[in-house]
């Protein structure tokens, strides 16, 4: 028999007990991948006695390997007297009729799916819980992209131990202390290859990042861990601070909230607050120079989020949810590699230019100088009253007006995008590129959209 690991063990019970994450009675749900962790978990919950189902998502993204988890994970649940349920998902479809990353979509239904197993039902006697087998070096990895992607201080607290039905018991535990007691229980996992390549944040901070940084502060990790017990409790005096600013600053109205000017000008810190009064409507770090700029602004002024407006209006700003026929704006921060927009996806490269021979060319091509480019860029629906530059003339022309010459029918009209910098067109998706933006011999730096149709 494989040796004992008592240590790991007593401290998950232990754990359990001091959090009450759930008793005898309750009805578990677990989620199971199959990689090492979601393994160790179920290894760990059938030894403290618990009834569980196993629940697996295949999200179809990894071909033969996805079917491979799913099959694992379906034999293996009889030796844990556990029922297995699975359930497909066809992700790529999913995040281009939302306009989401791949990613977003895979964990919105993922936990969307989970979330249908908490539903009370008649005869319900325990509590329902979702597990998740999420450890500390997740944590540390997500307090480290939070914090360079500048999500601010709410960011800074990891990942919530519980949260809407979901229950995260790992957490006490790294990734290698998983791993030795999987190797000493002599369990089975599966490999997943997307977490191996860097392609995604995640990874690069896990394989490249915290290598980085751990030979310069070796307990690096360790370090993270506590501080993110701090981080906690310093968000709780923060929300308490911002809670009374609201107060004196965020007023609703039926048509959604306003904000005076004078009082909001004249609050310290300036920054901080504009990004925690506006971010709840869907604007972006990367729009808060010009949510400042408001301020001195005349009436009229706006600005756009995905979801809302920002409106100057004599003494007041004046936030309200944007039209059906304006939502679906895609904001693309810099730094984003890859966004899924409706029919395809849109990778975005920024790089050092080289020879005009080094161009991509093309209708679903736009090669633009970086210094004309501002960010946060927009994608969205041309609409009447767009112009911009095509590429090789010098007059403008109406976007309506360029369509019509260029043959596109009706239908195809309709699900024309541009992509906007600054409130200027930089790229009728697909078709020409703004002739203001194009790359020149005194270049330096180049920003390349491709799209990719799906």
Known sequence: ?????????????????????????????????????????????????????????????????????????????????????SSRFDTTAFAAQHRISIQEAARKLRYDWFRGFLVPAPGDKGRKCILTAHHADDDVETLLQHFLQGSGIAGLHGIPSRQGGVIRPLLFASRVELEAYAKERGLAWVEDSSNITVKYTRNSIRHDLLPAIEKLFPQ????????????????????????????????????????????L??????????????????????????????LDSPTGRFLDSATHRLLRDRKWLLVSPLQEQEKGVMVIESGEALVSIPGGELKIAHEAKAGDQDLLKGEAVACLDASEVRFPLLVRKWKPGDYFYPLGMRKKQKVARFLINAKV??????????????????????????????????????????????
């Open 220 to 263: 690096v990790r360790e370090n993270l861990k506590h501080n993110l017990g701090r981080f906690r409790e310093i968000e709780i005096l923060y929300r308490q601070g911002l809670e009374r600013q609201w107060k004196r600053l965020l007023f609703q109205t039926e048509a959604g909230w306003k904000v005076p000017v004078e009082r």
């Open 265 to 294: 000008r004249r609050t310290e810190p300036l920054r901080t607050i504009v990004w925690e009064a506006f971010s709840r409507f869907g604007f972006t770090t990367g729009q808060l120079s010009g949510i400042i700029d408001l």
């Open 409 to 454: 029918d009706r239908i195809a009209k309709e699900k024309v995008l541009v992509v906007e910098s600054d409130k200027r067109i930089l790229w009728v998706v697909g078709h020409r590129m703004d002739d203001r933006f194009k790359v020149r011999p005194d270049t330096r730096e180049r920003i390349t959209l491709v799209l990719v149709p799906s």
């Open 1 to 85: 028999m494989p040796a004992q690991t008592p240590d790991l063990l007593s401290r998950f019970l232990e754990h359990v007990r001091k959090e009450d994450f759930f008793r005898k009675g309750d009805l578990l749900f677990l989620a199971v991948s199959g990689g090492l962790d979601s393994m160790v978990l179920t290894d760990l919950v059938h030894r403290a006695g618990m009834a569980f189902v196993m629940l697996h998502v295949n999200f179809q993204l990894r071909g033969a390997e996805s079917d491979r988890d799913q099959a694992f994970v379906e034999s293996v649940g009889p030796a844990y007297k556990a029922i297995v349920v």
